[in-house]
């Protein structure tokens, strides 16, 4: 069992360019969650989704959009990367939304130019 | 808007003391409080799960303690190693779209 898997593991991009970072959880959670971790700044949600079908903003929204057609994975989307957006990026997933714990993916570290 | 903090922010101690790490939080309306471990260039690894109706939970040299009312949570480690050396970080889950609110760390080093 792998838990949770990113792609990729690291990317150079430049700015303006759109970017995919892929997610995927093998444990059948039903809520999955995007965090960035800054130097300075912690850890802060991107986006939620609770289960299936459904997604939510969380403290950092802007610049990012995400999508949950199945159980399984859970993308998130820079439309067009700016270098802000430079940060390392957790997917993380949970059984139930509210009272199981977060397991982590091993990361994304994305470096915009 | 929920605030965690952690203090200290970093630690340093020979191996084998016992150690309590402090973590405050500014909204008593949670449902849970994660505990995690991060190794440098890693993932973050879960530790304890403390609900918001329990007061501690306890996993091998692990014990956590969450006292809502006050705000805080402790996470004591007994007999500590050198691999015990990491980032600790406290969460705090208020649902939807808080999802967790994390301080900032501990970075604990035991010595040899």
């Known amino acids: 069992i792998a838990g949770i898997t990113q792609a990729p593991t690291s990317q150079i991009l430049a700015a303006g360019r759109r970017m995919t970072l892929r997610c995927t959880q093998d444990m059948r959670h039903n809520a999955m969650y995007w965090y960035r971790q800054d130097l300075g700044l912690g850890l802060r949600l991107i986006h939620y989704s609770n289960t299936a079908g459904t997604t939510g903003k969380g403290e950092v929204p802007d610049g990012y959009s995400v999508s949950r057609a199945n159980t399984d994975d859970f993308p998130l989307t820079l439309a067009s990367a700016v270098p802000s957006q430079t940060s390392v990026y957790f997917c993380?997933?949970?059984?139930?939304?509210?009272?199981?714990?977060?397991?982590f993916g091993p990361g994304t570290r994305l470096t915009v130019l | 808007k929920q605030e965690v903090t952690q203090i200290p922010a970093a630690l340093s101690v020979p191996e084998g003391e016992n150690l309590v790490l402090n973590c405050s939080f500014t909204?008593?309306?949670?449902?849970?409080l994660q505990w995690f471990r991060q190794d440098p260039g890693k993932g973050l690894t879960s530790l304890l799960l403390?609900?918001?109706?329990?007061r501690e939970q306890t996993s091998g040299r692990l014990n956590a303690s969450l006292d809502k009312s006050s705000g805080r949570s402790t996470l004591y480690i007994a007999a500590s190693q050198p691999g015990d050396s990491a980032t600790y970080l406290c969460?705090?889950?208020?649902?939807?779209?808080?999802?967790?609110?994390f301080g900032k760390g501990t970075h604990l080093i035991i010595q040899p």
């Open positions: 969460a705090a889950f208020g649902g939807g779209a808080d999802g967790l609110t």
């Open positions: 403390i609900q918001s109706s329990q």
């Open positions: 909204d008593s309306a949670i449902y849970n």
């Open positions: 993380a997933s949970s059984d139930g939304p509210f009272t199981d714990t977060q397991y």
